[in-house]
């Protein structure tokens, strides 16, 4: 089946230019935790609007908890898809089972998502419900049924993929936006290229960055360029970055993504987004063109992703707003390689690096020029790598870290393993960047 979408970063900026209609109106976008919320954060960007969640579960069934027999939501919204009850012939009392579990957990959502704040006021707006997907659309319908209680003057549903009889059955929407509508549909899984979990605590941090984004917007009109998509020229290609600078910043961190992820990982966001509020700019860089990509002889080839992050690492510093900044390197798995390759390259001009759930076999013959002071983080579960990290270690004469996540496998996606991730980031940074005076990054040729 064609993929349509390389992440939900690139699904939400698909969407977004559907809604480009909606922008300069008295819009709220609602994004479904937890996919739909990566997919609505870049509608709320595009069409310059705040962002909150709309807190909805699915009720599966019992035997098959995948499949949706209905949907519950805020305020006491309940669906119910009476087809599916009837077939897998589900009892009341297996309903209620099912809805005071749901209930509970919606609950504890609302709480841990919003911290406290009060929920977005749609009353006379339009009102954008995102999702990364519908397939029977139940719990789409409690999110419109929601917004419209709430005293939304208009419902908008829009998601990236759908089955084109749901979209023509959703009901409680006044319009429904849709990228990509099959006859033959699967999974939603199945039009992403990388539809890897979403976790509570990526959807915090979109949540905290939108809010952030639309205050600084408001506050400085609308020229802030301190956040933008980039292309940064090495050779004969362009590589595609995403450039987040406070103002007159101290360090810089370019991100290095591995093998089958992007800059648009969400893991590599949740950690960027923690660091610039600690102060640091970041770049998120995807080294390989979109041809380049799916050719593994390019993505294993690590010196050519050191190349590209060394010339990226010179595009940094000669921008103007970022002059005199240091320069750190967060690198995961095959990016962790590149990351100590260029550090070893550039010597001084690199104040620290973080590798996280690291190759730093694929840099071997590196790793004793490497002088910057570097911290591997692996996962306790993710054995073989763990055992490559202390076997690098042993061949560093850096100062070096090597930092185990308990109970972490390779993408760190148990709870709350991503967060001590970023912490153990923040720490090192702000020790061996924000407090380093470190020489400029020599230029090309020196």
């Known amino acids: 089946m064609m993929q349509r979408f390389r992440d939900r970063v690139d699904a939400g900026r698909q969407l977004a230019q559907r809604l480009g209609p909606l922008r300069g109106q008295d819009v709220v976008v609602l994004g479904l935790p937890r996919g739909g919320v990566p997919v609505a954060f870049e509608v709320a960007a595009a069409l310059r609007a705040p962002l909150d969640v709309i807190v909805v579960r699915k009720l599966g069934v019992p035997f098959q908890p995948e499949l949706a027999m209905g949907a519950i939501g805020e305020g006491g ?10 077939r897998a012939r589900i009892t009341p009392d297996e309903w209620q089972r099912v809805e005071r579990h749901e209930r509970r957990e919606l609950e504890k959502r609302i709480a841990r998502f919003r911290r406290g704040r009060e929920r977005a006021d749609v009353h006379g707006r339009v009102a954008v419900i995102v999702d990364d997907g519908l397939a029977t659309g139940s719990t789409a319908r409690v999110a419109c049924d929601i917004a419209r209680r709430l005293g939304a003057a208009k419902v908008v549903l829009a998601v990236p993929v759908a089955p084109i009889e749901t979209v023509g ?25 990388d539809f890897s979990a979403t976790s509570d605590d990526e959807v915090i941090v979109l949540l905290d960055s939108a809010e952030r984004r639309l205050r600084e917007s408001q506050s400085a009109g609308d020229d802030v360029d301190d956040d933008v998509d980039v292309e940064i020229p090495v050779g004969d290609v362009t590589l595609r970055g995403h450039l987040h600078l406070p103002e007159q910043p101290r360090g810089v961190v370019l991100f290095a993504h591995g093998s089958g992820s992007s800059g648009h990982s969400p893991r590599n966001r949740f950690v960027a987004s923690s660091l610039y509020r600690r102060g640091l700019g970041t770049l998120l860089l995807d080294l390989l063109t979109p041809a380049e990509e799916g050719d593994r002889a390019c993505v294993f080839d690590i010196d050519l992703l050191a190349t590209r992050l060394v010339a990226s690492t010179r595009w940094v510093t000669a921008r103007p707003d970022a002059a005199g900044a240091c320069i750190g390197y967060f690198g995961a798995s095959t990016g962790a390689a590149a990351a100590l390759t260029a550090a070893a390259e550039l010597g001084s001009g ?3 690096v973080v590798s996280r759930g690291g190759r730093p076999d694929l840099a071997w013959d590196c790793l004793g020029g490497v002088t910057s002071p570097t911290l591997l983080i692996v996962g306790s579960r993710d054995r073989v790598v763990l055992d490559l990290n202390r076997k690098a270690q042993t061949r560093m004469h850096c100062p070096t870290r090597l930092a185990v996540v308990k109970g972490a496998t390779h993408l760190f996606e148990e709870p709350g393993a991503l967060a001590e991730v970023s912490i153990l980031a923040q720490d090192w940074f702000g020790e061996h960047v924000l407090a380093a005076a470190v020489p400029a990054v020599p230029k090309e040729g020196r």
């Open 77 to 86: 919204f309940c669906v119910e898809d009476r087809v599916v009850v009837s």
């Open 169 to 193: 059955s959703v009901t409680g929407a006044d319009e429904v936006v849709c990228v990509h509508t099959p006859h033959d549909f699967g999974s939603v899984g199945q039009y992403y290229e």
């Open 350 to 352: 690199v104040a620290a």
